[in-house]
């Protein structure tokens, strides 16, 4: 049974473009987070929620719009999409005070 | 600002050998998590450090922590192939984010 979970795998899309990405986990964790991870697989926290509530949000550009209906779900829409969007975007879990993250498998998107 | 640097970024090595990557970092932190990412793969909690002089092994893997120097470790011992993937270490921020290393990419050959 999978842990935390993500939809779509692969997105490719078109510059100017919105899309949404969709994370979902069953560990029972309260606190979820968006990774980037660029062509140099640097990993870059993006945002993280707590029982729905935005903890963290590391500058990142306004285009960029977290969602998370419940502790279980947190979403990513991405406005007006451009080239330096590129990327695999992690989702991942945790216990809010234990630190350790489980991340889901990745959505590589790809902005023509 | 912070930062998390690992040494080296690649790693080529000949199976049964021996090597140890290293991860510094630049603030104050008693926790640090080591990752495994196969290539078009979700990261693999490898290893979780909770305070200085943590050790940890599993297999040919041992990770270790020294958090007032800001420094640990990753030996690895008599390389196999199966072993080859990217490291990430990554620092605990006030157990609510981590910020990680470049990762070091680990090549194997027989």
């Keep these: ?112 | 600002e912070l930062k998390v640097e690992q040494n080296p970024l690649f790693l080529s090595m000949q199976e049964g050998k021996n090597y140890t990557i290293y991860c510094n970092y630049s603030t104050t932190s008693d926790r640090l998590y080591w990752y495994r990412q196969d290539p078009g793969k979700s990261l693999e909690s490898l290893f979780v450090l909770l305070s200085n002089g943590a050790v940890k092994q599993e297999g040919r893997l041992m990770a270790s922590l020294d958090t007032k120097a800001r420094l640990s470790t990753l030996h690895i011992t008599a390389a196999v192939h199966d072993l080859s993937a990217t490291y990430f270490c990554a620092v605990d921020i006030l157990l609510i984010k981590l910020i990680f290393g470049q990762g070091t990419t680990l090549q194997v050959k027989p």
């Design chain 1, 1 to 112: 049974d999978t842990a935390v979970s993500q939809t779509p795998k692969y997105l490719v899309t078109q510059m100017g473009n919105d899309k949404s990405i969709k994370c979902e986990q069953n560990l029972g964790h309260d606190t979820m987070y968006w990774y980037k991870q660029d062509s140099k697989k640097f990993l870059k926290i993006m945002f993280s929620y707590n029982n729905k509530e935005l903890i963290i949000n590391e500058t990142v550009p306004n285009r960029f719009s977290p969602k998370s209906p419940d502790k279980a779900h947190l979403n990513l829409h991405i406005n007006s999409l451009e080239l330096g969007d590129s990327a695999v975007y992690f989702c991942a879990s945790s216990l809010i005070g234990d630190g350790e993250q489980f991340f889901g498998p990745g959505t590589r998107l790809t902005v023509l």
